[in-house]
């Protein structure tokens, strides 16, 4: 009976690359704010964890790949480490030659089979991608950490994904309802920024009223209470187009002030805010979950760069972490029939306006 052949997108591949080289290596590089390598900062791989179909199986680098079922401890088998480093080559080959969206790596599966690999996508509920032990030399600890993957070999990863829960709504005051149509049935492809040129043109103003989704508002709150006003004036800025990436879309709220901060002192208000909103989403925050505050992925990001190198951005090196995510993260125009956002409506004698969230790395 034939195996059912095993299909993915780039990113979904680069995961299982990532799961070659590191083994092959056995030591994870840290990144600074550019993504170079900073060679003083690095982390010996003890041994991988995955839970595939057939059980949960540890892969420990010890002069080979030791397979082991974690259940038992068992050794189940040994590979070389040379056959980890070709099929990691092979693997980044074809990632990078790949013309579909989906597609299959014939020449990497059955290596993938004979090391207990059964998937391509690990569990989209977490964001762990992998689970790593390493041994840390500043502490001595050998901790099991979690780190979530971003790919530059294909498309940009998002960071942050738009659903009817990250719609924000806004009251419109002082607009004619005669031409809630007229603003309604324009069309094409900058429909939104054109429909809130208009209702400014005509004398309407946004007020922010509130988040749709209320677990999503008390989990920006619980970050700072002042994020779910933050966040709306950055989406009014983008839709208005007055840029798409967070750290130009920070430089103006810095400018405008919509919270009346005192600045006397250059306390840097919103750019901590907004670091710490993005670093909660990258390392566990959803929108529709209870945020808590404990990270899902306990190490940080790995990024494969297009270059193939895979570096990471642990969470000791916070700074460097968060200023990768504020300089290389955008906003950017999900679909408005989708996730029903973008038009006047009436709602018990007022008028209002819906824009949505979403967050990309940058390519």
């Not at 080289?21 to 003083?40: F, N, S, T, V």
């Not at 693997?91 to 969206?101: E, M, N, S």
């Not at 998002?158 to 069309?187: D, G, H, Q, W, Y």
Request: net charge neutral.
């Amino acid at each position: 009976m034939n195996e059912k052949q095993l299909t993915g997108n780039r990113g979904e591949w680069s995961e299982i690359y990532v799961f070659f080289k590191l083994l092959a290596e056995g030591e994870l590089y840290a990144a600074d704010a550019d993504l170079k390598r900073i060679p003083a900062i690095y982390y010996p791989i003890l041994k991988i964890l995955r839970n595939e179909i057939s059980g949960n199986w540890e892969y420990r680098r010890n002069g080979v790949i030791r397979i082991i079922r974690a259940e038992t401890q068992d050794i189940v088998a040994e590979i070389s480490i040379k056959e980890f480093t070709q099929n990691a080559e092979i693997l980044l080959g074809k990632i990078k030659d790949a013309t579909t969206r989906s597609f299959s790596v014939p020449e990497v599966e059955g290596f993938m089979r004979s090391v207990k690999c059964e998937a391509v996508k690990a569990n989209p509920s977490e964001k762990r991608d992998i689970t790593i032990q390493v041994h840390d030399s500043k502490t001595g600890f050998e901790p099991i950490l979690g780190f979530s993957i971003k790919s530059k070999l294909g498309s940009a990863s998002t960071l942050f994904n738009a659903s009817r829960s990250t719609n924000f709504t806004f009251k419109i005051r002082n607009f004619p309802e005669n031409m809630i149509n007229t603003v309604n049935n324009i069309t094409g492809r900058s429909k939104i920024r054109d429909r809130i040129e208009k209702i400014l043109d005509m004398g309407g103003s946004f007020t922010f009223s509130h988040i749709d989704n209320e677990t999503f508002d008390l989990n920006l709150k619980l970050i700072d209470s002042r994020l779910p006003e933050i966040i709306s004036e950055f989406l009014l800025n983008f839709f208005k187009g007055k840029g798409n990436k967070m750290a130009d879309l920070l430089e103006i709220i810095k400018k405008e002030n919509p919270c009346g901060f005192s600045l006397d002192y250059n306390h840097p208000f919103y750019e901590y805010k907004i670091k710490n909103l993005l670093t909660d989403i990258a390392l566990g925050m959803t929108p529709t979950a209870v945020w808590n505050g404990f990270y899902d992925a306990t190490g940080g990001i790995i990024i494969v760069r297009e270059d193939g190198e895979v570096l990471c951005y642990h969470i000791y090196n916070r700074n460097e972490f968060q200023d990768y995510l504020l300089q290389n993260t955008k906003l950017e125009t999900p679909s408005s029939t989708k996730h029903k956002f973008g038009k006047l409506y009436k709602e018990k004698g007022d008028l209002f306006f819906k824009l949505n969230l979403q967050i990309r790395f940058t390519s």
